[in-house]
């Protein structure tokens, strides 16, 4: 039996339990690059993790050092921050010490291959030339952090101007460091300001095959939204759908319960509870809260790359309703698979629909189920990655 390569992941978070977008990506990634390769795993980590998660993630992986982050040296990278060109997420994420540790990790297992997940760990690896190297953009972050500008309060409007100004910056320097780059979707790489942008390869998330399951649970919402609650982003589309949407549907007669079912709701999203709206916080199987509802919708305004939710609602069997903005990474159908709004108006117009004259939205979420299970698979988004891993130097 021929034996395996090595390879050697680095990422800037344990990739579990699942509550990030990031962490899903490299679970699954993970999971899937396991068949093909021994995986030493090396995470940086800003909370302790425990040992059960641990053990999770060692079904993949030959190796996993992770690597604390402790409080005093995060001030002191903030004051490096100050005075530095770098970007504050690329200083949280770095340790001199670290650096001296992973160097003497690849001295030592001697990798075929180096994969970082986002610019946030790039610093540790850049300047290894021995070894080709992956750098996963995952989603444009300067993007995002510039459409955060216009929704934060006026205080902190100069520290997201400035963040975003030094990661379309760090995104351009660091890209020809590395043999080669991937990110989620054709949008976010057009974001990266670099001339040979066009060779970022495109790998989207994928699905689990469970959220396909029918589960034997009542529907006992009218709408869902999903997410970590701790995200700009997903904090600005629950306080929409609680405050602008839900409230001028109940003004047309139509009795609408909202369910907010993710990790780490913020205290603004805790605050729209009510009799018509249940915050859940974390849930062990998500794939519930989906099949509880009738209708996803996510006003998302703001934010980058391919959305996890949408892949899970829509393979759950739920017709979903969204922005332009989160369709481009999907490139879902509008009408036939999926449902766009751009504004509140439109929102409530087709969720009005939905909820009372029904019309087409039961074949909208029959396409886009058989949409998600035809091209998101993890096993197939991951064979793209697959053929980086494998290419000769």
Known sequence: MESKENILVILSRFPYPLEKGDKLRAFYQLKELSKEFNITLICTTDIPVPKEHEAIVSEFCSSIHIFQLTKWGLAFQLLKTVFGSKPLQVHYFYRKSIHRKISTIIARTKPSHIYCQLIRVSEYVKNEHLVPKTLDYMDALSKG???????????????????????????????????HKTIISEQDRKLILHPENHKILIVPNGIDASFFEILPVEKDYE????????????????????????????????????????????????????????????????????????????PLFIGTGLQNKLLEAMASGLPCITTPLSNNALGGMDGKNILLAEDIDTFVEKITEGLVIQGNFSSIAAHGKYYIELLYSWEKQTSILLQVLHAPC
């Open 145 to 179: 952090m510039e459409r955060r500008i216009r929704t934060e309060a006026w205080f902190k409007k100069w520290f997201y101007r400035l963040e975003s100004k030094r990661l379309k910056e760090y995104e351009r320097r660091v890209f020809d460091y590395f043999e």
């Open 223 to 298: 709408l869902v939204f999903t997410g970590n609650f701790s995200y700009a982003p997903n904090i600005e589309a629950a306080v929409c759908l609680a405050e602008e949407i839900l409230p001028r549907i109940h003004k047309k007669g139509i009795p609408c319960k909202l369910l907010l079912s993710g990790a780490s709701p913020a205290k603004r999203v805790l605050e729209l509870q009510s009799e018509f709206i249940t915050v859940t916080g974390w849930v062990d199987d998500i794939r519930e809260s989906y099949q509880r509802s009738r209708i996803f919708v996510a």
